[in-house]
């Protein structure tokens, strides 16, 4: 079962995106802001982390750069959800690998979409040396 | 005058006469002298010749020419006369005569023996081969300083020039009387008299009176118009000094800083508003160019483009900054340049107007917060809204406990989002003046039961405790029923948005003599002491990281706060960090109707 973790301080965001996702068997654990996401990350390293920007305490962004710094060879994807109008603050993202964007409002439907073809990929590119 | 020109007349004449008996005195001794002498040179044989015995008294005759020659004779040494010529009239006075060779020429005066005139004789000797044979004697009478005839020839003389002396005194004082006329009304006119010789004198004087009174006429009409032009030049130098002074006074009243400079950048003008915003005192700026007086380096900078005017300086220029030390204050400084009035290609300087921009500045980033606040805020709910709807229309929506709960997140975000809206609109309303309060006798207790009910059965209050002690018998007040809900419902809100899980919310409301204190008290984060004067500012956000993840928007209290002024109330707030909040309103009561209250 491939857990994903969603970090954000809107707990409807978190609830919403928890109902999806546990409906189509992920494992979902959730966080409020970035100092517990790191928490949870270094108990239990996710397969993917979702993340909110703004954010008190720890923001998305100090979230991601630290985990760039701490977790070098991190395998797992960071997914930001950001939208449109905070595109002129996407310049830090590009010290970091293996993140995307989630355009906000956030279609759950999309997100769904997006993880399958995630995993499949992963899968599909971790066979051949299975 | 007279007299003294008389007496001054009669010394000439005393002295003229005078002098002419000296000379005829003088005369008469030469004549003496001479005469004797030249009998005492004749050879005595020629002088008495027998045939020839006239030649002496030929020689003597030339001299009754003479009015002073009295007598002329010879006698010999014992006084016997040998030849004698007489005037007519003169007797001759017996001399002795001293016959020492040193004493035979001299004079001696003598007195006539007849009428006792005073006589002046002059004597040589008569020699025949050097023996003395007599003497030669001449009389003469001693000439009188006053003679009748001479008294009637000054008589005479001095007749016409008594005569005279008033006549020309008379003819110099006719002439002399326009000068005194003309003295007198110079002096007149040296007051501001009359500009005329008022004569009419003829011949010289006239032309010189009519030439005058043509100068004078010009003169006066020359004056005339000077003084009318003096007048008018005092007129307008007035109304100069006083236009100055109204612009003067308007520059100085202006608001703004204004200074201006020449085109060589010095500043010509500077108003008093120079000093509170820029720091220099106006008279350390006047005179000086902008190297002298701005120590601030972008104004000077910005100033110093000024100062060699050239075609591409001549738009206008603006600048705006935070004065060093002073980072919170924003001052706009703009650049005009003068342009004459004659000739638009002719800067005549420049005008630079510095405005004190803080408040708009703080309005604007204020505004653009504002803006990204409320957009965030309208967004947050949108978000929920659209992935909720979205979650039923998926598989999970299936789910009958999901849909249940989708459709209640929707209903509350919705409500939310409405909220939020009708604070804006209230706000926009208010700020814009719109807004007109409709007071009505309300029943307070049922107001603020409604309102409270209404939030504690919504899912936000969930986890916390409501509680309301509102007397049954409070007092009824004259509200705006609508806007009051807003208020009570903002602090309510509040008192939940910033509670703890398993904290309350009490709603309380008290009779105090005549007013009415409504108290909405919370078990949340509270507000820091510093934070406190603030809470009631637009757009105000506390800066605690608890506060920031509750999304306020930072108009709740500022509208509750607009509304409970606009019903002459009070609100206030007492609040500690960590413990909770208080928000009491203050409302006077409605003024007792004994009539209708009692019958009701």
Known sequence: MKRVLIVDDQPHVIRVLKLNLETEGYQVDTAANGHEALQKIAANEPDVLITDIQMPGMSGQELCQSIQANMPTRKFLILVMTSTTERDQRDWVKTITHLEFLEKPLSPRKLLTRLKQYFSNETGLENPHA | ?600
């Open chain 2, 1 to 600: 005058m007279i007299a003294a020109s008389l007496i001054a007349i009669a010394v000439i004449l005393f002295l003229l006469v005078g002098r002419q008996a000296e000379s005829r005195r003088a005369q008469m001794r030469v004549q003496g002298l001479s005469t004797v002498r030249s009998i005492s040179g004749v050879p005595y044989e020629q002088l008495f010749p027998k045939e020839n015995a006239s030649s002496l008294l030929q020689a003597l005759l030339n001299l009754k020419g003479n009015p002073d020659f009295a007598y002329g004779l010879i006698a010999d040494t014992q006084g016997k006369q040998l030849g004698e010529v007489t005037a007519a009239g003169a007797l001759i006075p017996n001399a002795t005569m001293n016959v020492e060779p040193a004493a035979w020429y001299g004079e001696q005066s003598l007195v006539s023996p007849g009428d006792g005139r005073k006589l002046r004789e002059f004597y040589g000797p008569v020699l025949n081969k050097g023996a003395l044979q007599g003497f030669v004697r001449l009389g003469f009478f001693e000439p009188k300083t006053f003679n009748t005839e001479q008294v009637s020839f000054l008589s005479m003389l001095a007749l016409p020039v008594f005569l005279l002396v008033p006549l020309f005194y008379f003819l110099i004082r006719r002439e002399t009387k326009p000068l005194d006329k003309i003295s007198e009304q110079l002096q007149e006119i040296a007051s501001m008299g009359p500009a005329k010789i008022e004569l009419n004198p003829t011949g010289e004087m006239g032309n010189f009176v009519q030439n005058f009174n043509q100068f004078m006429q010009l003169t006066k009409q020359r004056i005339g118009d000077f003084e009318g032009e003096k007048m008018n030049m005092i007129a307008s130098n007035r109304m100069l000094a006083y236009k100055k002074d109204k612009m003067e006074t308007v520059l100085q009243a202006i608001p703004e800083a204004v200074l201006v400079m020449d085109d060589s950048g010095i500043v010509s003008f500077a108003n008093a508003k120079v000093e509170p915003l820029l720091g220099v005192s106006t008279d350390k700026v006047v005179g000086q160019n902008a190297e002298q007086w701005c120590d601030n380096p972008d104004v000077r900078k910005f100033l110093s483009r000024f100062q060699s005017q050239t075609q591409q300086k001549r738009r206008v220029e603006t600048l705006e900054y935070s004065p060093p030390n002073h980072a919170e204050r924003r001052i706009a400084a703009a650049a005009y340049p003068l342009f004459s009035s004659q000739d638009s290609n002719d800067t005549q300087g420049t005008l630079v107007v510095f405005r004190d921009i803080t408040q708009e500045h703080i309005a604007k980033n204020m505004g653009a917060e504002f803006v990204a606040q409320v957009s965030h805020e309208l967004k947050t709910p949108l978000n929920t809204l659209a992935m909720y709807s979205e979650t039923l229309l998926g598989d999970a929506g299936k789910n009958e406990a999901i849909r249940v709960e989708a459709i209640n997140v929707i209903h509350d975000e919705v409500e939310r989002m409405s909220t939020l809206i009708n604070n804006l609109l209230s706000i926009s309303k208010m700020e814009l003046g719109n807004i007109t309060l409709e007071r009505k006798l309300v029943r307070l207790v049922d107001l603020l039961k409604d309102t409270f009910d209404n939030l504690a059965q919504s899912d936000r209050g969930k986890d916390l405790k409501f509680i309301a002690k509102l007397p049954p018998d409070l007092a009824p007040v004259a509200l705006d029923k609508d806007l009051f809900r807003i208020a009570v419902n903002n602090l309510l809100t509040n008192a939940i948005k910033y509670n703890r899980p398993g904290g309350s919310v009490m709603l309380l409301a008290e009779e105090i003599d005549d007013q009415i204190v409504i108290r909405v008290r919370d078990t949340g984060i509270g507000i820091g002491p510093a934070e406190q004067s603030h809470v009631f500012e637009k757009f105000f956000r506390s800066s605690s990281p608890e506060a920031a993840g509750r999304g306020g928007h930072g108009l709740g209290l500022y509208l509750a706060r607009e509304i409970i002024e606009l019903h002459h109330g009070k609100i206030n707030v007492q609040s500690e960090l960590g413990k909770g909040t208080e928000f009491s309103i203050t409302i006077k009561k409605a003024p007792i109707r004994i009539n209708s209250g009692a019958t009701a």
